[in-house]
């Protein structure tokens, strides 16, 4: 149980494309789901909170219009990075807390992010 | 962006011996987790902890939530080949509907057979 898939798991891109990751709850339904990024040798830095059918709460630092995240129903969030630049190329992880998982989030396998 | 801090960043073991990392904050946290992460996957949950002085184990795994709620320790025992990885802490923050996950700076793992 508590399996959380990303989809895609690696993308390369141009720089000036908008990429789209999809982050799903395969067997639970997540009330809140969260995206994170993470550098090579560096911990999970946390971009953005989302609950379904709200905005999302961004981190002091992160633009907003830059990553933009929808979190549509209670199995799917995605995340668009718009206008990627080479400074935008890292791992994208996302992870999701259910109703009933008290206070523990399930992370996806992450998608990789190359912007030539 | 807030991090915790976590110690040592790397440990190089022989197979067999125990192994302890920690991990310390300003804040108070209502819950700690742990995480094992390697290379290109996404982090896997190891021991959850919810309250001040709870110790808890999973197999060779034991994990304690610190009573001021600031720190956290995790010690594992016997290591194997396979321990090797990136160890994460995590200490939650805020209520319900507002909840925000920070994790700690990593303890890098690696296992000499």
């Known amino acids: 149980g508590a399996v959380v898939s990303q989809h895609p798991s690696w993308v390369i891109c141009k720089s000036g494309t908008s990429v789209k990751i999809e982050c799903r709850s395969l067997?639970?339904?997540?009330?809140?789901m969260f995206w994170y990024r993470q550098f090579p040798k560096q911990s999970l830095m946390l971009m953005a909170t989302s609950n379904e059918g709200s905005k999302a709460t961004y981190e002091q630092g992160v633009e907003k219009d830059k990553f933009l995240i929808n979190h549509a129903s209670l199995t799917l969030s995605t995340l668009t990075v718009t206008s990627a630049h080479p400074e935008d190329s890292s791992f994208y992880i996302c992870?999701?807390?259910?109703?009933?998982?008290?206070?523990?989030?399930?992370f996806g396998p992450g998608t990789r992010l190359t912007v030539l | 962006g807030q991090q915790l801090n976590q110690s040592p960043q790397s440990m190089f073991i022989q197979e067999g011996e125990d192994v302890s990392m920690n991990c310390t904050s300003s804040s108070i946290f209502n819950t700690w987790l742990w995480y094992k992460q390697d290379p290109g996957e996404g982090p896997v949950l190891l021991i959850a902890?919810?309250?001040?002085?709870e110790l808890t184990s999973n197999g060779r795994l034991t994990a304690q939530f610190g009573i001021t709620r600031k720190d956290s320790f995790l010690n594992i025992s016997a290591s194997i080949p396979s321990d090797v990885g990136i160890y994460f802490c995590?200490?939650?923050?805020?209520?319900?509907?507002?909840?925000?996950?920070?994790f700690g700076t990593g303890t890098r793992l690696k296992v000499l057979a």
């Open positions: 992870s999701a807390k259910g109703l009933h998982s008290y206070n523990e989030q399930f």
């Open positions: 902890l919810y309250k001040a002085g």
């Open positions: 995590a200490g939650q923050l805020g209520t319900s509907g507002t909840y925000k996950y920070i």
């Open positions: 067997d639970f339904q997540a009330t809140t």
